[in-house]
T-cell receptor, first 110, second 114 residues
């Protein structure tokens, strides 16, 4: 079983819908990252979380350390949000390691 | 700031040749990361440096791969000899505080080994 699991793997929605992408992990972590990769290939860091909740524009990320779970929410989704969203955890294991989820491909239709 | 700079952006080479990928991190960032992305394996962390010192190289696939960071503004990832299975996009990223801070990614180098 992968140490980081994302769901769903693929998500298609209509413009304006509220989007939730989930990330569950099975290891002790010091931080969790959400990344966005656009169709052109560029990668952008959206959030780095170690507890609680962060908000940036229409994006909200939450983490529950006890439940080993994080969610990424997009409000009022737009076609430009179409991308692959990747969860990665900084695993506590001696020197810290970064372990990635398999990504969620989001498509927002106009 | 220009962001993280990688070169070359594309590299096509023949099996057995040496390949060197280059990265210039954002000025003031103390940590530098090398990633590889393939369709089969997704995004993988190969190695990262903190203050020019390699911290974790457990992701480096084989002895054919080596990475150096001679100073705070430059790093190389070398593959010698290259093999077709090394074909991938290689990303470099930098941050102020290792894995506990936002990472800024370069545009990537698309490597094709024939």
């Amino acid at each position: 079983k992968n140490e980081v699991e994302q769901s769903p793997q693929n998500l298609t929605a209509q413009e304006g819908e509220f989007i939730t992408i989930n990330c569950s992990y099975s290891v002790g972590i010091s931080a969790l990252h959400w990344l966005q990769q656009h169709p052109g290939g560029g990668i952008v860091s959206l959030f780095m979380l170690s507890s609680g909740k962060k908000k940036h524009g229409r994006l909200i990320a939450t983490i529950n350390i006890q439940e080993k779970h994080s969610s990424l929410h997009i409000t009022a989704s737009h076609p430009r949000d179409s991308a692959v969203y990747i969860c990665a955890v900084a695993k506590i294991q001696g020197a810290q390691k970064l372990v990635f989820g398999q990504g969620t491909r989001l498509t927002i239709n106009p | 700031d220009a962001g993280v700079i990688q070169s070359p952006r594309h590299e096509v080479t023949e099996m057995g040749q040496e390949v060197t990928l280059r990265c210039k991190p954002i000025s003031g960032h103390n940590s530098l990361f090398w990633y590889r992305q393939t369709m089969m394996r997704g995004l993988e962390l190969l190695i990262y440096f903190n203050n020019n010192v390699p911290i974790d190289d457990s992701g480096m696939p084989e002895d054919r791969f080596s990475a150096k960071m001679p100073n705070a503004s430059f790093s190389t990832l070398k593959i010698q000899p290259s093999e077709p299975r090394d074909s991938a996009v290689y990303f470099c990223a930098s941050s102020r505080l290792a894995l506990l801070d936002e990472q800024f990614f370069g545009p990537g180098t698309r490597l094709t080994v024939l």
